[in-house]
């Protein structure tokens, strides 16, 4: 790639001519996610209480294309697939009362509303490599998040008394709700990383890349609702 050069006897042309600049490649990641939410509806979500941080995990799957602009430095392109998984939970902020059946004694009431993201997001993400050494390199650049589909999982469900349950003879009560109307259709996050790389065989090299995203827009239209995501991925490039 013209970094290295060694004469054996001066010549016309003592250099070697760039391979090509293009490199591809597909990758494998696991993502820890925090949702840091403080609402209480959103959308065909209402509750009478909040919804609060929660944490969870997803794999991606991903393709990368990279060009060489010069020896250190490539511009990047991903396209990775991956869920935004998590149930957030708003118990309601008060309670209420009802009579226990067999004594009947009020007792104090209290129930949650619970949901979850259930479709797929296409994550476009453009930025530049920095090769700090032959092996070790740093990454950014912007993210934009496009949800494929908009389908979610919701549920309300008795946090007290414990053994009270609804006319389906559950504690837990599916609310019939199919899709989130107010999910953003674009979203937008900075993303940073460090990565390694080794040539494993006739300049296809196999990598390793550490993550961080941080979305600077709200995952719904009317409602604060931001993720962090710190991934880990395992791939390999190859030129064409």
């Known amino acids: 790639a013209n970094r290295y ?19 591809y490649g597909i990758s494998l990641g696991y993502n820890y996610i925090n949702h840091s939410a403080d609402f209480s509806s959103t959308g065909n979500i209402i509750s009478n209480g909040k919804f609060s941080d929660v944490y969870s995990s997803s794999f991606e799957f991903g393709l990368i294309a990279a060009y060489r602009i010069d020896e250190k430095v490539n511009l990047m392109g991903r396209l990775n697939f991956m869920k935004y998984s998590g149930e957030l939970i ?3 902020s008060t309670f209420t009362s009802v009579r226990n059946p067999e004594t009947g004694q009020l ?8 949901f979850g993201l259930e479709g797929v997001f296409t994550n476009i993400v453009l930025g530049v490599e920095y090769l700090l050494t032959n092996n070790f390199y740093v990454l950014g650049g912007m993210q ?3 949800p494929i589909s908009s389908s979610i999982k919701a549920t309300k469900e008795i946090v007290t008394p414990p ?7 559950s504690n837990t009560i599916d609310l019939g709700l199919n899709t989130l109307s107010s999910l953003n259709q674009v979203g937008i996050s900075a993303n940073v990383g460090l990565g390694f790389r080794l040539n494993v065989y006739n ?3 196999a990598f390793l890349e550490t993550t961080v995203s941080q979305r600077l827009t ?3 239209d009317d409602a604060n609702w931001t993720v962090s995501v710190y991934g880990i991925r ?3 490039r190859f030129p064409l």
């Open 144 to 146: 934009f998040d496009i």
């Open 218 to 220: 709200n995952m719904v």
């Open 163 to 169: 053994d009270y349950v609804y006319s389906n003879q």
């Open 234 to 236: 395992a791939g390999i």
């Open 5 to 23: 050069q060694y004469v054996l006897q001066e010549g016309k042309n003592a250099g070697c001519g760039e391979t090509d600049p293009w490199e």
């Open 203 to 205: 300049s296809t090299q």
């Open 90 to 92: 708003a118990p309601d």
């Open 107 to 114: 007792m104090p009431f209290k129930e949650a509303v619970r």
